[in-house]
T-cell receptor, first 115, second 113 residues
Framework: DADVTQTPRNRITKTGKRIMLECSQT?????MYWYRQDPGLGLRLIYY???????NKGEISDGYSVSRQAQAKFSLSLESAIPNQTALYFC??????????????FGPGTRLTVL | DQQVKQNSPSLSVQEGRISILNCDYT??????FLWYKKYPAEGPTFLIS?????DKNEDGRFTVFLNKSAKHLSLHIVPSQPGDSAVYFC????????????FGQGTRLTINP
């Protein structure tokens, strides 16, 4: 079974709709991250969380919100989706106690299309 | 402002030859660098990393070189195999930076038989 799972894997929605992307992990990591990938821009950090009580904005948080429901669950919401939020979204986890400093473990991604 | 840059969007290499992927960075606070590999429809997976206290790290066919004065790192794959065809991302982090990674744009590597 995958350590980091994301649902849905693909989603098509319309402008103005609210949408939630979910991430679950079984790695037992405290730290979780949301990224978006756009062609030619690599991965950019949207939000990150160190534990259920700690949420931080990343590089491109405008238009997004997050919820850390439990250590294992971190959700990303688009309150009112717009076409330029069409992208590939990745969730990731990390543990500073792991051997590989700063190594993050990624989910399979959610492809979101906003029409 | 792109702090980590991969200036080659794509690279094509013959099977068995060396693949060299390059990455430049601008932030002198970065002290740890990672390479990730990504196949279609999958998330990025960690490949190899290097700390700024080293100038080389090797793991099997993969070697990463770091030139701090030039703010440049490269990933060497020898010999290249068809399964190495993927998108490669360079990433950097700063100590005390909450393990936040800054990614380059990625380079699509194609290994030709």
């Amino acid at each position: 079974d995958a350590d980091v799972t994301q649902t849905p894997r693909n989603r098509i929605t319309k402008t103005g709709k609210r949408i939630m992307l979910e991430c679950s992990q079984t790695k037992g990591h405290d730290r979780m991250y949301w990224y978006r990938q756009d062609p030619g821009l690599g991965l950019r950090l949207i939000y990150y969380s160190f534990d259920v009580k700690d949420i931080n904005k990343g590089e491109i948080s405008d238009g997004y919100s997050v919820s850390r429901q439990a250590q294992a669950k971190f959700s990303l919401s688009l309150e009112s989706a717009i076409p330029n939020q069409t992208a590939l979204y990745f969730c990731a986890t990390s543990d500073p106690r792991d051997r590989g400093r700063d190594e993050q473990f990624f989910g399979p991604g959610t492809r979101l299309t906003v029409l | 402002d792109q702090q980590v840059k991969q200036n080659s969007p794509s690279l094509s290499v013959q099977e068995g030859r060396i693949s060299i992927l390059n990455c430049d960075y601008t932030n002198s606070m970065f002290d740890y660098f990672l390479w990730y590999k990504k196949y279609p429809a999958e998330g990025p997976t960690f490949l190899i990393s290097i700390s700024s206290i080293k100038d080389k790290n090797e793991d099997g066919r993969f070697t990463v070189f770091l030139n701090k004065s030039a703010k440049h790192l490269s990933l060497h794959i020898v010999p290249s195999q068809p399964g190495d065809s993927a998108v490669y991302f360079c990433a950097a982090s700063a100590r005390g930076g909450a393990q936040k990674l800054v990614f380059g744009q990625g380079t699509r590597l194609t290994i030709n038989p």
